[in-house]
């Protein structure tokens, strides 16, 4: 059974960081993309970034240049537990949403949300001005 687990919102003024993390667990991820997605209030899930299992990353335009995606294969030989980061420089009060994290189709690497196929229950990212 794959668990995402996301942890490090928060509370953050505009210009701040934050670090989200991603405890992935439960599935062989060698192969899987993982991804980052937001939702704020009356708005669609949009995609945020992703990176592959070669480590080739793929940003929003909204965040690029401020967010880094990043993975450590390194927790687990097997790539059964995995954890995924998301550094979020420069915050803007735009950022504010409800941060979740998501494991890809296998071999698919995409920024839709309809290849991403586990996810993980959201953490919210909250930034005042």
């Known amino acids: 059974q794959v668990q995402l687990v996301e942890s490090g919102g928060g509370l953050v003024q505009a210009g701040g960081s934050l670090r989200l993390s991603c405890a992935a667990s439960g599935g062989t991820f060698s192969r899987v993309a993982m991804g980052w997605f937001r939702q704020a209030p009356g708005n669609e899930r949009e995609f945020v970034a992703t990176?592959?299992?070669?480590?080739?990353?793929?940003?929003?335009?909204?965040?690029k240049g401020r967010f880094i995606i990043s993975r450590d294969n390194a927790k687990s030989r097997d790539n059964a537990k995995i954890t995924v980061y998301l550094q979020m420089n420069s915050l803007k009060p735009e950022d504010t949403a409800v941060y979740y994290c998501?494991?890809?189709?296998?071999?698919?690497?995409?920024?839709?949300?309809?290849?991403?196929?586990?996810w993980g229950q959201g953490t919210q990212v909250t930034v005042s001005s």
């Open positions: 990176i592959n299992w070669s480590g080739d990353t793929y940003y929003a335009n909204s965040v």
């Open positions: 998501a494991a890809g189709i296998p071999g698919i690497m995409g920024a839709v949300a309809s290849g991403y196929k586990y």
